[in-house]
């Protein structure tokens, strides 16, 4: 191994060396010649630092240097080359995208044509569903926690906030025949903003009771969720209650900025430029160390993420409020899935360094399991990453739906909520772990955190799993 002096050096003299030391001209916009001959390694670390670099410069609203600092990246970025290359292309389209919005007018205009068609929404959650584990996970650990406390329940109702992928319950439905003591009369209510979408849900669900002979009844509700009627959920007296909720609560998050705006003093305008000063100082020994790690290691810490202190809980009267809602239900059950990483930071600087690593590791699994001209590797990381990406580091108020948080948080949360935890038994852990070991990639694996379920990828936390009763 050489000496730490020269691992050093070869830092010191390395391209992003000669990046950090060039001051921002009109004058640079032409392409570098040299920047299409780095190695892999170079260009992402040249990626990094020109990201953070630019993200800075859309923070304090320097155009000219935000025009200077795009037209880099775009040298070096690709949304069909490696890792780096294909998420560097899908922040950069966010920046830009946050720029243009302080133009309402032209932005607008550029986006005035722009058709969002439901069906390709779902093929894409379709497409991630299938090519990653994180879905399947969740499922089997909420069906298997279903299960088991719904042990001896004659009436068990299941309610469904984003009822949108029939193959979670059909595989319960499968279980609940198998019941020693036979099945129980089954009321799935699901929730989903398009008719179509549970009326597909019905179809397919009721066909399989049918076919295993199960009682079964299915409650649609055309509703968004911050929109729902709590009393069409028809919670009847002597059901067991089962509430399940995928990657659906955070959105909530997002009606409480003006709140939280005038509860809290805002950051200071420097905020973000000592952050990027601080990151940076970090990454002249870490992103140095990265040229020595592989591609897939490369994103498993972030600087944000180091410190053991609990994250800071704030009251989100929202989120609040749909809690309460559903604790007055009073379920047996609640099983949460979440992202896991903090996507709901204050400042921009924090929500680019840590859905930067969050994306990364999610675009390296398809790294390690696609080939890069893949249709349906593009389609997710376009249509799903990428609109989550802008959605992160473009928009701001109630349009910022993505706001991601840590387990932690959750568990604070809920416990303020009235909820309490409900560790995931041992068998339910081992289920998931046959599971994810019958994928086929080593880069996934599930650990046991506070009594959750965490699935991470390359040891980086990407997805909670969480169960909880209310509080007697």
Known sequence: MAPMDERSSSVTSSPLQLFSMMSPSPSLG?????????????????????????ANHVASGSLENVNIALEQISQLASADGDTMQRIAAYFT??????????????????NSTRISFPSEDILVR?????????????????????IEAMEG?????????????????????????????GPPHLRITGIHPQKEVLEQMAHRLTEEAEKLDIPFQFNPIVSKLENLDFEKLRVKTGEALAISSVLQLHSFLAYDDEFLRKKSPLASKNSNGVQLQRVLQLNQ???????????????????????????????????????NALWGLTPKLMVITEQDSNHNGSTLMERLLESLYFYAALFDCLE???????????????????????????????????????????IQRLDSAGFQSMPLSYYCMLQAKRLLQGYGCDGYRIKEENGCAVICCQDRPLFSVSAWRNRK
Not at 93 to 110: P, Q
Not at 128 to 134: A, D, G, K, S
Request: hydrophobic letters at 40%; proline letters at 6%; aromatic letters at 8%.
């Open 368 to 410: 390690s399991t696609l080939p890069r001209t893949s249709i349906e590797r593009l389609k997710v990381e376009k249509m799903l990453f990428g609109e989550e990406i802008k959605n992160i580091i473009a928009c701001e108020g109630v349009e910022r739906k993505e706001r991601h948080e840590k387990l932690e948080k959750w």
């Open 153 to 181: 329940e004659k009436m068990v109702h299941i309610i469904d906030l984003n009822s949108a992928e029939p193959a979670q319950w059909i595989a319960l439905l499968q279980a609940l025949s198998a019941r020693p003591e």
């Open 285 to 323: 020994t870490t992103l140095g160390e990265l040229l020595e790690n592989d591609v897939v290691n490369r994103y498993s810490l972030s600087p944000d993420s180091a410190s053991s202190s609990p994250p800071s809980f704030t009251g989100s009267p929202k989120m609040d409020g749909f809690l």
């Open 30 to 54: 032409s392409p570098y010649p040299w920047l299409r001959e780095l190695k892999s390694e170079e260009r992402g670390l040249c990626l990094i630092h020109l990201l953070l670099t630019c």
């Open 126 to 146: 379709k497409l991630f569903f299938e090519l990653f584990p994180f879905l399947k996970m969740a499922y089997v650990i909420t069906n298997h926690t279903i």
């Open 93 to 110: 389209e966010a920046l830009a995208d946050r720029i243009l919005k302080t133009w309402s007018g032209l932005h607008k205009a550029l």
